[in-house]
């Protein structure tokens, strides 16, 4: 089936040291989404990429940065994770034009800051 | 700016009780409008949408009305289970801002026995 997959499902780092959540997909969609959602929040959007075009959201802070080598594949880098950093991190995706129908998410990666 | 309000929870009741979640949004456009239903420990699932004003969307006995004169999205559902204890969240896009979803605070729903 096609979907968008995360990985890994749970991870645990130390305080400041780099961390990578990715993100894969098979739905061909040119639009990826990451979003930090804190306990009892609603996700935050933390920037999105349209095709290769990187778009970060203004309140994003400077430690989150990410990387979409292809299509199918979109990754989180948090270079020096805070206590505060601790989420779960959401995935999602859609195809141009089809905002309104279209977005899948992944089912998230849960980061824990140690 | 554009946002979405949600009735504060947790919302508690009874197994066949009926169910509504208030939801509200200010947008500077024509924004299409979702309830995503979130399990615990599990990402979010797309539960219904609408796209204009008066659709009405529904999925798994729940439904809500796209109403444009009061800028409202109410979740309802006749006769909640057990099953369907989880937190919802009311949503918005606007295909002029890249098709970004904008959240609801959510609210969690209790069903018991």
């Known amino acids: ?114 | 700016g554009n946002s979405v309000t949600q009735m504060e929870g947790p919302v508690t009741l009874s197994e066949e009780a009926f169910l509504t979640i208030n939801c509200t949004y200010t947008a500077t456009g024509y924004p299409s409008l979702f309830w995503y239903v979130q399990y615990p420990g599990e990402g979010l699932q797309l539960l219904l949408k609408a796209t204009k004003a008066d659709d009405k969307g529904s999925n798994k006995g729940f439904e809500a009305t796209y109403r444009k004169e009061t800028t409202s999205f109410h979740l309802e559902k006749g006769s909640v289970q057990v099953s369907d204890s989880a937190v919802y969240f009311c949503a918005l896009s606007l295909y002029n801002q890249g098709g970004k979803l904008i959240f609801g605070q959510g609210t969690e729903l209790s069903v018991k026995p």
């Open chain 1, 1 to 114: 089936d096609a979907m968008v997959i995360q990985n890994p499902r749970y991870q645990v780092t130390q305080f400041g040291k780099p961390v990578t959540l990715s993100c894969s997909q098979t739905l061909n969609h040119n639009v990826m989404y990451w979003y930090q959602q804190k306990s009892s929040q609603a996700p935050k959007l933390l920037f999105h990429y349209y095709d290769k075009d990187f778009n970060n959201e203004a309140d994003t802070p400077d430690n989150f940065q990410s990387r979409r080598p292809n299509t199918s594949f979109c990754f989180l880098d948090i270079r020096s994770p805070g206590l505060g950093d601790a989420a779960m991190y959401l995935c999602a995706t859609h195809f141009e034009g089809t905002g309104a129908y279209g977005y899948t998410f992944g089912s998230g990666t849960r980061l824990t800051v140690v």
